[in-house]
T-cell receptor, first 114, second 113 residues
Framework: AQSVTQLGSHVSVSEGALVLLRCNYS??????LFWYVQYPNQGLQLLLK??????LVKGINGFEAEFKKSETSFHLTKPSAHMSDAAEYFC????????????FGKGTKLSVKP | EAGVAQSPRYKIIEKRQSVAFWCNPI?????LYWYQQILGQGPKLLIQ????????DSQLPKDRFSAERLKGVDSTLKIQPAKLEDSAVYLC???????????FGDGTRLSIL
């Protein structure tokens, strides 16, 4: 069965520092991968998605993620953190053979210190 | 375009009571999803509709949960009777098709006393 593992339930960075949120997946077929962001008391917003085109995917708000098949990883990065980036981030994989069901990781809460 | 609308935003009930949530997807979106998000976890799919038909309800606890999308537009999710472990945020999402990105509503936060 497919799964997603997010390393670190809580990451704290200083404003202006590099953001790195880790995601590893398990899949027997080329996966469709997603990063979503969730602000307090809100739903999830799509940041970016990988659908077997370019391995480096650029998303909204300056985020990007790189698909590395050899490492089964899809880590999310942003060169310079902003206070407004503080939120919870979820990595997800589209369930193979499904009609669109997403399997989510447990999430990583990002804190940004001034 | 208007986003996915959910109501109510918050609901507090006692165990064994019943509760219903409502979702209005983005206009034109054929696929509708209900997810359960327990505190500290990622969302888990409960049920998926394609128009007014159920595509996947394998993780829906059918002894107490039910959902419908009679006219292929808005949808309701019901819990009867509620248990303490049903305390969670219930998220509705919609997409134009199963291969398109899902758009999420703000969710309904359910607390069971």
């Amino acid at each position: 069965a497919q799964s997603v593992t997010q390393l670190g339930s809580h990451v704290s960075v200083s404003e202006g520092a590099l953001v790195l949120l880790r995601c590893n997946y398990s899949s027997s077929v080329p996966p469709y991968l997603f990063w979503y962001v969730q602000y307090p008391n809100q739903g999830l917003q799509l940041l970016l998605k990988y659908t077997s085109a370019a391995t480096l995917v650029k998303g909204i708000n300056g985020f990007e993620a790189e698909f590395k098949k050899s490492e089964t990883s899809f880590h999310l990065t942003k060169p310079s953190a902003h206070m407004s980036d503080a939120a919870e981030y979820f990595c997800a994989v589209k369930e193979e053979g499904s009609q669109g069901n997403l399997i989510f990781g447990k999430g990583t809460k990002l804190s940004v210190k001034p | 375009e208007a986003g996915v609308a959910q109501s109510p935003r918050y609901k507090i009930i006692e165990k064994r009571q019943s509760v219903a949530f409502w979702c209005n997807p983005i206009s034109g979106h054929a696929t509708l999803y209900w997810y359960q998000q327990i505190l500290g976890q990622g969302p888990k799919l409960l049920i998926q509709f394609q128009n007014n038909g159920v595509v996947d309800d394998s993780q829906l606890p059918k002894d107490r949960f039910s959902a419908e999308r009679l006219k292929g537009v808005d949808s309701t999710l019901k819990i009867q009777p509620a248990k303490l472990e049903d305390s969670a945020v219930y998220l509705c999402a919609s997409s134009f098709s199963t291969n398109q990105p899902q758009h999420f509503g703000d969710g309904t936060r359910l607390s069971i006393l």
